[in-house]
């Protein structure tokens, strides 16, 4: 349920009617009208003046097409919609206001109506005048209601006289009067489901009572000022409230059916006090799809004196007992006949075939009884608040629960936990503590136990610690739950079928709604759940794979290889998720049907070469990189090559080739990463490659102009003129100004110092750019520190780095020698010599940038103009041509930061292309 207004119909806030077979609402109003709306569509489909006063009530008949209206005009109105809605009958009788109406359910040819003319009575629909009129209120009634469930022919009504009665309509006689409330009773039903009376009142409160023994059970009162009507529906616990400042809905007692099944598949259950039983065999006899309804043919076995509460067959399902109403009986399971009953709030069988049971009382006291006598109490030195059975008997309290023994009934151990239940398996070696939120498997150390008591030892108040050792915690919330062998089947509060073996979760099936397990036939390798309408479905869980989990859980696996061929192949991927989760790789790899579970067994069992072949035939990227990766870290090299290059990894391609000195690799590589849109890998091979001209040529097509000028004047100065007119070309479409602030070196050298030099050393010194091998590295480490520019000032050019042979790449495998670059060191800051500003003519010149300018500068204001004989800046000394002055990057973040307030952006490295950054 939402909870949320679905329509409104601004007619009345008083009575209304569903009529569901029309998809009609009938209401009746203080304007003496009734109307009638499609709630579907909210058109009126009729209008009628009904009365001459209020009108209090409108029922509609639930099989003749007839609504009846009472009013305080003191008339009661039959109206047939098959008829235009015309009025065809008219009661009399009652002399004052008719308060409300009820059709008997039983009989719906006769109805009853209350009025505060202190009198309740009983009409037929083919007479005017009434049946009979029941007496006995002292003031006018207000409410009344016909019994629904069982053979009672009762009544019952509420009244201004702060009373409620039921009345026999059979003997026309009071048999029972409810006194409780301090204001009118404005309303009085009976509970379709349960064996309870709810009454309201305008004191504000709602009081439920036992509708055997007439008892108070429950107050409520929610502080929403008069309560003025109670409605429920069949088939559910929920009962709905209204009152002056709102509604209420709550649910009473639990909505899972009273039901059991015996190990033979034997079911029985209670619907109110009727007792009836089915049979699964008839159902599993033919073909069975999980999940859909079985179609059993139900038998009436008997009547229970209590209203049942819980219903339990004996581990041998000899017996049943039925809890309620604070009683047990029990029961024989075939005739149904009278065994054994008592006082109890609450019932539990023992593990143990030899019928003994422990009930606890209303008064606290956990009484236990062997071949249905009482044998004794347990004492305890708290109040038990729940029992539960099983191998040990277990009593709860409310921080904490104790187990005892049965025989003794000593205490075994203390928990301090505070379980909805408890759940056995039938050897009484393993059990489920259920909570709130999770639940705990636990195993029974019976040996240990035995042999402390044997000792003659006393236990303390919390028992024998090494009794119980916790194997597992699982966050799930139990609902209902059983033990098949050392496997816990269970059903969660978010409606799946699980089973728990091992540590490992295995969900059986999604459930569409609330399913309660009833048990497990071994025979028919199916789980048999029930629903609250009692409808009755199976899953299939095959008993061989249980024995197989249990098996290998014990380290049994001679008998686990022997159970493995009566497993069906749909189930074995089941069975190798579990091998796996245990540790036994080997033996899932052998098992599992799932290539991608081989798969990845293999790789962590390292069998590269079936890892390889299950690769091949799914040709999955991801597999190829996860076997790739693998043979990286064991050094199967080529292995490892063909695999990145299968799954398309360019970046593990990169790292092996870089690693291994593969410079054919690296070329291919970089054909492989152009063609692939890997930008990033692109430039990065052809850097390693020393191909400059390559790199400047894709920088280029990627629209990375200015980081190619850049490049250029590091690496391949001879460029940068035509990059610079490039650039200037590209900028000026964006920002003229700024277009207008690049310098050519060629143009203004008064800008670029040395930068003859810089051309001078490409030239002399390009072939050094060329591969060495790796051997030559001892020969070639000192000229990273070697300031070329400097030896070609001076013109002392040191001998060749290779012993005066220049070398050539010989050998594709060769390793790449990679120049690393020095920092640039810049010499003290000469001061300049201010000069004096010329004005300048109406010919226009050309704006240049900034003193200091190498490859480009945007001047923020731009400068004044300046002619090329304009003071040399302070000399710089480089190092080599493999880095930029600290003053170009300072001006270069200038010139960016410029561009950006003038709203000129640049586009992000290679677009998307994230795998390296330059």
């Given at each position: 349920?939402?909870?949320?207004?679905?329509?409104?119909?601004?007619?009345?806030?008083?009575?209304?009617?569903?009529?569901?077979?029309?998809?009609?609402?009938?209401?009746?109003?203080?304007?003496?009208?009734?109307?009638?709306?499609?709630?579907?569509?909210?058109?009126?489909?009729?209008?009628?003046?009904?009365?001459?006063?209020?009108?209090?009530?409108?029922?509609?008949?639930?099989?003749?097409?007839?609504?009846?209206?009472?009013?305080?005009?003191?008339?009661?109105?039959?109206?047939?919609?098959?008829?235009?809605?015309?009025?065809?009958?008219?009661?009399?009788?009652?002399?004052?206001?008719?308060?409300?109406?009820?059709?008997?359910?039983?009989?719906?040819?006769?109805?009853?109506?209350?009025?505060?003319?202190?009198?309740?009575?009983?009409?037929?629909?083919?007479?005017?005048?009434?049946?009979?009129?029941?007496?006995?209120?002292?003031?006018?009634?207000?409410?009344?209601?016909?019994?629904?469930?069982?053979?009672?022919?009762?009544l019952i009504s509420g009244a201004d006289d702060k009373l409620v009665k039921i009345w026999d309509y059979q003997n026309k006689a009071c048999v029972q009067t409810l006194d409780g409330h301090t204001q009118?009773?404005?309303?009085?039903?009976?509970?379709?489901?349960?064996?309870?009376?709810?009454?309201?009142?305008?004191?504000?409160?709602?009081?439920?009572?036992?509708?055997?023994?007439?008892?108070?059970?429950?107050?409520?009162?929610?502080?929403?000022?008069?309560?003025?009507?109670?409605?429920?529906?069949?088939?559910?616990?929920?009962?709905?409230?209204?009152?002056?400042?709102?509604?209420?809905?709550?649910?009473?007692?639990?909505?899972?059916?009273?039901?059991?099944?015996?190990?033979?598949?034997?079911?029985?259950?209670?619907?109110?006090?009727?007792?009836?039983?089915?049979?699964?065999?008839?159902?599993?006899?033919?073909?069975?799809?999980?999940?859909?309804?079985?179609?059993?043919?139900?038998?009436?076995?008997?009547?229970?004196?209590?209203?049942?509460?819980?219903?339990?067959?004996?581990?041998?399902?000899?017996?049943?007992?039925?809890?309620?109403?604070?009683?047990?009986?029990?029961?024989?399971?075939?005739?149904?006949?009278?065994?054994?009953?008592?006082?109890?709030?609450?019932?539990?069988?023992?593990?143990?075939?030899?019928?003994?049971?422990?009930?606890?009382?209303?008064?606290?006291?956990?009484?236990?009884?062997?071949?249905?006598?009482?044998?004794?109490?347990?004492?305890?030195?708290?109040?038990?608040?729940?029992?539960?059975?099983?191998?040990?008997?277990?009593?709860?309290?409310?921080?904490?629960?104790?187990?005892?023994?049965?025989?003794?009934?000593?205490?075994?151990?203390?928990?301090?936990?505070?379980?909805?239940?408890?759940?056995?398996?039938?050897?009484?070696?393993?059990?489920?503590?259920?909570?709130?939120?999770?639940?705990?498997?636990?195993?029974?150390?019976?040996?240990?136990?035995?042999?402390?008591?044997?000792?003659?030892?006393?236990?303390?108040?919390?028992?024998?610690?090494?009794?119980?050792?916790?194997?597992?915690?699982?966050?799930?919330?139990?609902?209902?739950?059983?033990?098949?062998?050392?496997?816990?089947?269970?059903?969660?509060?978010?409606?799946?079928?699980?089973?728990?073996?091992?540590?490992?979760?295995?969900?059986?099936?999604?459930?569409?709604?609330?399913?309660?397990?009833?048990?497990?036939?071994?025979?028919?390798?199916?789980?048999?759940?029930?629903?609250?309408?009692?409808?009755?479905?199976?899953?299939?869980?095959?008993?061989?794979?249980?024995?197989?989990?249990?098996?290998?859980?014990?380290?049994?696996?001679?008998?686990?290889?022997?159970?493995?061929?009566?497993?069906?192949?749909?189930?074995?991927?089941?069975?190798?998720?579990?091998?796996?989760?245990?540790?036994?790789?080997?033996?899932?790899?052998?098992?599992?049907?799932?290539?991608?579970?081989?798969?990845?067994?293999?790789?962590?069992?390292?069998?590269?070469?079936?890892?390889?072949?299950i690769a091949k035939e799914n040709d999955s990227e991801q597999k190829w990189r996860q076997l790739g990766d693998l043979s990286f870290s064991i050094a199967k090299f080529d292995l490892a090559e063909e695999?990145?290059?299968?799954?398309?990894?360019?970046?593990?391609?990169?790292?092996?080739?870089?690693?291994?000195?593969?410079?054919?690799?690296?070329?291919?590589?970089?054909?492989?990463?152009?063609?692939?849109?890997?930008?990033?890998?692109?430039?990065?091979?052809?850097?390693?490659?020393?191909?400059?001209?390559?790199?400047?040529?894709?920088?280029?097509?990627?629209?990375?102009?200015?980081?190619?000028?850049?490049?250029?004047?590091?690496?391949?100065?001879?460029?940068?003129?035509?990059?610079?007119?490039?650039?200037?070309?590209?900028?000026?479409?964006?920002?003229?100004?700024?277009?207008?602030?690049?310098?050519?070196?060629?143009?203004?050298?008064?800008?670029?110092?040395?930068?003859?030099?810089?051309?001078?050393?490409?030239?002399?010194?390009?072939?050094?750019?060329?591969?060495?091998?790796?051997?030559?590295?001892?020969?070639?480490?000192?000229?990273?520190?070697?300031?070329?520019?400097?030896?070609?000032?001076?013109?002392?050019?040191?001998?060749?780095v290779t012993g005066g042979v220049e070398y050539v790449e010989k050998s594709q495998q060769a390793p790449v020698a990679v120049a690393q670059p020095a920092r640039v060191e810049q010499s003290t800051p000469?001061?300049?010599?201010?000069?004096?500003?010329?004005?300048?003519?109406?010919?226009?010149?050309?704006?240049?940038?900034?003193?200091?300018?190498?490859?480009?500068?945007?001047?923020?204001?731009?400068?004044?103009?300046?002619?090329?004989?304009?003071?040399?800046?302070?000399?710089?000394?480089?190092?080599?041509?493999?880095?930029?002055?600290?003053?170009?990057?300072?001006?270069?973040?200038?010139?960016?930061?410029?561009?950006?307030?003038?709203?000129?952006?640049?586009?992000?490295?290679?677009?998307?292309?994230?795998?390296?950054?330059?």
């Amino acid at each position: 349920m939402r909870q949320s207004l679905v329509k409104t119909f601004e007619v009345t806030d008083l009575p209304a009617k569903f009529i569901s077979r029309k998809q009609w609402i009938v209401a009746g109003s203080d304007d003496m009208m009734i109307r009638v709306y499609n709630y579907n569509t909210m058109e009126r489909i009729k209008a009628i003046e009904a009365h001459s006063d209020y009108i209090r009530c409108v029922v509609v008949h639930p099989t003749q097409p007839y609504v009846l209206s009472c009013s305080d005009d003191m008339f009661i109105k039959l109206w047939d919609w098959e008829k235009g809605w015309t009025c065809t009958q008219v009661f009399e009788g009652h002399a004052h206001y008719v308060m409300m109406l009820v059709i008997n359910p039983k009989d719906t040819n006769t109805f009853a109506s209350a009025s505060l003319d202190h009198t309740i009575k009983v009409w037929a629909f083919n007479s005017t005048t009434p049946n009979f009129t029941l007496e006995g209120h002292e003031k006018g009634v207000n409410s009344v209601e016909y019994y629904i469930g069982g053979d009672k022919p009762y009544l019952i009504s509420g009244a201004d006289d702060k009373l409620v009665k039921i009345w026999d309509y059979q003997n026309k006689a009071c048999v029972q009067t409810l006194d409780g409330h301090t204001q009118n009773v404005s309303v009085a039903t009976f509970h379709p489901e349960l064996p309870i009376i709810i009454t309201g009142s305008e004191d504000g409160t709602v009081k439920i009572w036992h509708s055997n023994t007439y008892r108070l059970e429950k107050t409520l009162n929610y502080g929403m000022e008069r309560v003025w009507s109670i409605s429920h529906t069949r088939g559910s616990n929920a009962v709905a409230i209204g009152y002056d400042e709102g509604t209420v809905m709550i649910k009473l007692g639990k909505e899972r059916p009273i039901a059991s099944m015996d190990a033979n598949g034997k079911i029985i259950w209670a619907r109110h006090n009727e007792i009836q039983t089915v049979n699964v065999k008839s159902a599993s006899e033919g073909e069975v799809a999980d999940g859909e309804r079985l179609q059993l043919a139900t038998k009436e076995l008997g009547n229970c004196e209590v209203f049942p509460q819980s219903l339990q067959h004996t581990p041998n399902g000899r017996f049943v007992v039925v809890c309620g109403d604070g009683e047990y009986i029990i029961y024989t399971a075939l005739a149904w006949r009278n065994k054994s009953f008592g006082s109890a709030a609450e019932f539990v069988w023992s593990n143990e075939a030899n019928g003994e049971y422990a009930v606890r009382e209303t008064s606290s006291k956990v009484k236990v009884f062997k071949n249905f006598k009482e044998v004794g109490t347990v004492k305890t030195n708290f109040s038990p608040e729940g029992i539960f059975g099983g191998a040990l008997l277990a009593i709860r309290s409310k921080d904490s629960v104790s187990l005892y023994d049965w025989q003794e009934l000593r205490i075994v151990r203390r928990i301090d936990v505070t379980p909805k239940q408890i759940y056995w398996a039938d050897n009484g070696e393993h059990l489920c503590i259920a909570c709130d939120s999770a639940f705990y498997i636990l195993k029974f150390n019976k040996g240990a136990v035995e042999q402390f008591f044997a000792s003659g030892e006393e236990a303390d108040d919390d028992g024998f610690e090494e009794a119980f050792e916790i194997l597992h915690e699982v966050n799930e919330k139990v609902r209902t739950g059983l033990w098949v062998g050392d496997c816990f089947i269970f059903t969660t509060a978010n409606n799946r079928l699980n089973y728990f073996v091992g540590g490992e979760t295995v969900t059986i099936s999604h459930l569409d709604r609330k399913l309660y397990l009833l048990g497990y036939i071994p025979r028919d390798n199916r789980l048999y759940l029930i629903d609250k309408q009692y409808n009755v479905v199976s899953y299939t869980l095959h008993l061989n794979i249980i024995n197989y989990q249990t098996a290998v859980l014990r380290g049994d696996m001679e008998t686990a290889s022997q159970i493995l061929p009566n497993i069906p192949n749909d189930h074995r991927n089941r069975i190798a998720q579990f091998l796996d989760a245990q540790g036994f790789k080997e033996q899932a790899l052998e098992v599992s049907l799932d290539p991608d579970h081989q798969f990845e067994l293999s790789v962590q069992l390292n069998q590269l070469e079936r890892a390889y072949n299950i690769a091949k035939e799914n040709d999955s990227e991801q597999k190829w990189r996860q076997l790739g990766d693998l043979s990286f870290s064991i050094a199967k090299f080529d292995l490892a090559e063909e695999c990145l290059f299968r799954g398309g990894d360019l970046n593990g391609l990169l790292l092996l080739y870089t690693s291994t000195g593969n410079v054919g690799g690296i070329e291919k590589l970089a054909q492989q990463a152009r063609e692939s849109g890997k930008n990033n890998i692109t430039f990065a091979s052809l850097f390693l490659l020393r191909k400059i001209d390559a790199c400047i040529e894709l920088l280029c097509s990627t629209g990375r102009i200015p980081e190619a000028c850049f490049l250029a004047r590091t690496y391949m100065p001879s460029q940068v003129p035509r990059l610079v007119k490039l650039w200037k070309e590209d900028l000026q479409t964006v920002n003229p100004r700024a277009a207008e602030s690049l310098a050519d070196p060629v143009e203004y050298s008064n800008l670029f110092p040395d930068f003859e030099l810089a051309l001078e050393a490409e030239k002399k010194f390009s072939k050094r750019l060329s591969h060495l091998p790796a051997s030559k590295y001892s020969g070639v480490a000192d000229d990273l520190s070697r300031d070329l520019l400097e030896e070609l000032r001076s013109g002392n050019v040191k001998p060749d780095v290779t012993g005066g042979v220049e070398y050539v790449e010989k050998s594709q495998q060769a390793p790449v020698a990679v120049a690393q670059p020095a920092r640039v060191e810049q010499s003290t800051p000469v001061k300049e010599t201010p000069v004096k500003e010329t004005p300048v003519k109406e010919t226009p010149v050309k704006e240049m940038p900034m003193k200091g300018t190498q490859v480009a500068a945007q001047p923020s204001p731009l400068s004044p103009l300046e002619t090329k004989s304009a003071p040399k800046p302070a000399e710089v000394k480089t190092a080599d041509l493999l880095d930029l002055s600290d003053d170009e990057d300072a001006l270069t973040r200038e010139i960016e930061a410029q561009m950006i307030e003038e709203g000129i952006t640049s586009p992000d490295p290679f677009g998307d292309d994230d795998e390296l950054s330059f």
